[in-house]
């Protein structure tokens, strides 16, 4: 069966430190690989996603990156972070194959910038 | 994509039927229409997938009319663990990007 895990499930990172946010599938190959971001009470923000090694495509211009190192592994990472990047990020796959467009999400982890 | 538009939120009391109805007037042809159901702190989970007419499963019930320009989720019996946010998700194969909606809120009072 497919397994998506994610890491630290928690932070604290003062404003202007970097970031990094792991994610890594098992269980699948060549997935789509999606990284999403939510407020307190909100709705979940597409960040970025990626179709295959070194492909990513980002969605909202800000001071995060991705990058897919591997087939299975998926990073978000900040050179420096700022207050608004405090929020819950998820990591999701999707396989694409046939009609299963079914998306499945990581443990989530959580972000405060202070 | 299609964009998706479901009530922002809704209440409910234990034992109810609860019915959320998304509306996707640019449904292309080949989109399935997916619901997901997030609980704080929590990824979306799946709840139910169809195409057209009727699909049930252990879950809930989904309802999609011949025009598929809506769907209905269908949660029989509620308790108070079904208080969640509920998304309706609209695409297809080769979709590569997912974007969720700002989903309804549910709350099930006792």
């Known amino acids: 069966s497919q397994t998506i895990h994610q890491w630290p499930a928690t932070l604290v990172q003062p404003v202007g430190s970097p970031l990094s946010l792991e994610c890594t599938v098992e269980?699948?190959?060549?997935?789509?690989l999606y990284w999403y971001r939510q407020a307190a009470g909100r709705g979940l923000q597409l960040l970025f996603y990626s179709v295959g090694i070194g492909q990513i495509s980002s969605e909202v211009p800000q001071n995060l990156s991705a990058s897919r190192p591997q087939d299975r592994q998926f990073i978000l990472s900040s050179k420096k972070l700022l207050l608004s990047d405090s929020g819950f990020y998820l990591c999701?796959?999707?396989?694409?194959?046939?009609?299963?467009?079914?998306?499945?999400f990581g443990e989530g982890s959580w972000l405060t910038v202070v | 994509l299609a964009k998706t538009t479901q009530p922002i939120s809704m209440d409910s009391y234990e034992g109810q039927e609860v019915n959320i109805t998304c509306s996707h007037n640019n449904i292309a042809t080949n989109d399935y229409i997916t619901w997901y159901q997030q609980f704080p702190s929590q990824g979306p989970r799946f709840i139910i997938q169809g195409y057209k007419t009727k699909v049930t499963n252990e879950v809930a019930s989904l309802f999609i009319p011949a025009d598929r320009k809506s769907s209905t989720l269908s949660l029989p019996r509620v308790s108070l663990s079904d208080t969640a946010v509920y998304y309706c998700?609209?695409?297809?194969?080769?979709?590569?990007?997912?974007?969720f909606g700002a989903g309804t809120r549910l709350f099930v009072k006792a």
């Open positions: 269980g699948t190959s060549n997935p789509n």
């Open positions: 998700l609209v695409g297809g194969t080769g979709g590569f990007k997912t974007i």
């Open positions: 999701a796959w999707r396989r694409d194959r046939g009609f299963e467009n079914t998306i499945y």
